[in-house]
């Protein structure tokens, strides 16, 4: 889903970039409602891990593949202006360094993949908890719905985005149903991962996950030797099973393993879009990326021959520079709050 230069006229990456800019502002300003000192380093964290797992590219069919988009995912652990945030710093990074997504189409992919998947993942999310009872397995129940339902969007966003800007003539209809089709088969791995990490994450620390906000537990009480629900008007609140670090520890190690080992068993094949590209002459106007003579271009880097070795280090820096990158825009914004908070403390004694 990654857009290189060329596949967007001038015109409509210059739009989508004014929106994504505008989108990105709007999200530092819904973040400070979103993090505090608990939930801040995780962001990052849901940012390195979103990275990491997009270099696991997964067959779908037809010498296709696919990798997570992230936006469901962030935005459920997080929040969804934190989410819009934490996909936008690994379109930044993948772009700048390892020329994955072209840097005039960052308006563009960040509008598609950042935006458009977060605001519909969270849409479904928050409507099925709504009519869900509030425990774990509705939880992950919405979570694997609303990522199903966020990749195929995402697909018709681009598709969209090509009708009003695409640089070749090709039949709109044509690349409308290739791309959906082939994202629902993508989306359904988008929803499986998005299930399996969120359900994860709430098994241990569920006062972490934002939309598992007022989680509760019935309370127990055996009688007879069988545990029955006892009635309270208040039911408890999920208990955590780990401290903050380990998880964030555990978070990182994972994110290490996955980019720097386990991403040189993904699938080689081209993903959705380069292959409806390929097949529908979408891709004869693609442009050389700017940051092709970066040394971590293509996911390897630079001199190193050895393609095992080259592959797990850039996905180890990656890992490391977006994992950073990510921590200090959320502790800055965390910041801010404090500082907006202060004020107005002040002003209440």
């Known amino acids: ?37 608990r939930t801040a380093p995780l962001a990052g964290l849901v940012a390195a891990f979103i990275f990491a797992v997009q270099m696991l590219n997964f067959p779908v069919a037809a010498g296709t593949s696919g990798h997570l988009l992230g ?39 960040i509008t598609d993949m950042a935006i458009v998947t977060t605001v519909v993942a969270y849409a479904v999310f928050r ?7 509030r425990t774990r397995r ?15 969007a995402a697909a018709v966003a681009f598709t969209l985005l090509y009708a009003v800007g695409g640089t070749t003539d090709v039949a709109i209809g044509k690349v409308a149903t290739a791309m959906v089709g082939v994202h629902v088969l993508i989306g359904l791995g988008e929803a499986t991962i998005t299930a399996l990490t969120v359900g994860a994450v709430i098994a241990v620390r569920p006062d972490l996950v934002h939309g598992a906000r007022g989680l509760h537990q019935r ?38 393993v996955l980019a720097g080992f386990v991403s040189f068993y993904a ?22 990326h700017a940051s092709a003579d970066s040394p971590l271009a293509d996911y390897g880097v630079k001199d190193v021959t050895n393609a095992r070795l080259s592959g797990g280090l850039a996905g180890v820096i990656g890992v490391g520079v977006t994992v950073v990158a990510g921590s200090a825009v959320f502790w800055a914004v965390r910041r801010r709050r404090d500082a907006d908070v202060a004020p107005t403390a002040v002003e209440n004694v």
């Open 1 to 37: 889903m990654h857009v290189p230069d060329g596949f967007i006229n001038a015109p409509t990456s210059a739009v989508t970039g004014v929106v994504a800019a505008g989108a990105i502002a709007v999200s530092l300003r819904g973040a400070r409602r979103e993090l505090d000192e």
């Open 71 to 109: 936006g469901a995912l962030a935005a459920i652990l997080v929040g969804p202006f934190t989410g819009v945030l934490c996909v936008s710093v690994v379109l930044l990074m993948q772009g700048i360094l390892f020329a994955d997504g072209g840097l005039t189409a960052l308006g563009v992919n």
């Open 127 to 133: 409507g099925l908890v709504k009519v869900l009872p």
């Open 138 to 152: 509705s939880v992950t129940v919405a979570s694997f719905t609303a990522a199903l339902l966020s990749v195929p």
């Open 219 to 256: 309370l127990k009480l055996r009688v007879d030797g069988e545990l029955v629900d006892v009635p309270a008007a208040h039911p408890a609140p999920v208990a955590a099973r780990t401290s903050r670090r380990t998880l964030w520890v555990t978070g990182l190690v994972t994110s290490l």
């Open 267 to 288: 699938s080689a094949n081209p993903d959705g879009l380069e292959k409806v590209a390929a097949d529908h002459g979408i891709d004869r106007r693609t442009e050389d």
